[in-house]
């Protein structure tokens, strides 16, 4: 059975920086996709990065472009978010996902992924 359990949320304030963490328990697919997504109130779950677990290929929103860095640790089968120069804009329940259903769907979109986390909560204030 798959568990993916993030952690590293929190509250900061604008400009500060937090690393979320995704222990994958019963996931060790070696040529897949894993990815960061994030729910704000009111709003659609969108896309945060991605990053392919055959080669590390990234990426990136443009929002959290050249701010955020997606990356696995295979060895302690954890996927990272490292997140500095946190806006406001990027307050949200933050969620790992792995194993795109069909190789063919966009690892970008919620709806391609099999499996997901609890989420973590960041909230940065201004």
């Known amino acids: 059975q798959v568990q993916l359990v993030e952690s590293g949320g929190g509250s900061v304030q604008a400009g500060g920086s937090l690393r979320l963490s995704c222990a994958a328990s019963?996931?060790?697919?070696?040529?897949?996709?894993m990815a960061w997504f994030r729910q704000a109130p009111g709003k659609e779950r969108e896309g945060v990065a991605t990053?392919?677990?055959?080669?590390?290929?990234?990426w990136y929103a443009d929002s959290v472009k050249g701010r955020f860095t997606i990356s696995r640790d295979s060895a302690k089968n954890t996927l990272y978010l490292q997140m500095d120069s946190l806006k406001p804009d990027d307050t949200a329940m933050y969620y790992c996902?792995?194993?795109?259903?069909?190789?063919?769907?966009?690892?970008?979109?919620?709806?391609?992924?099999?499996?997901w986390g609890q989420g973590t909560q960041v909230t940065v204030s201004s």
């Open positions: 990053i392919y677990t055959g080669g590390g290929s990234t």
């Open positions: 019963g996931y060790t697919h070696s040529s897949d996709y």
């Open positions: 996902a792995a194993d795109l259903e069909y190789s063919s769907y966009d690892p970008r979109y919620a709806g391609s992924y099999n499996y």
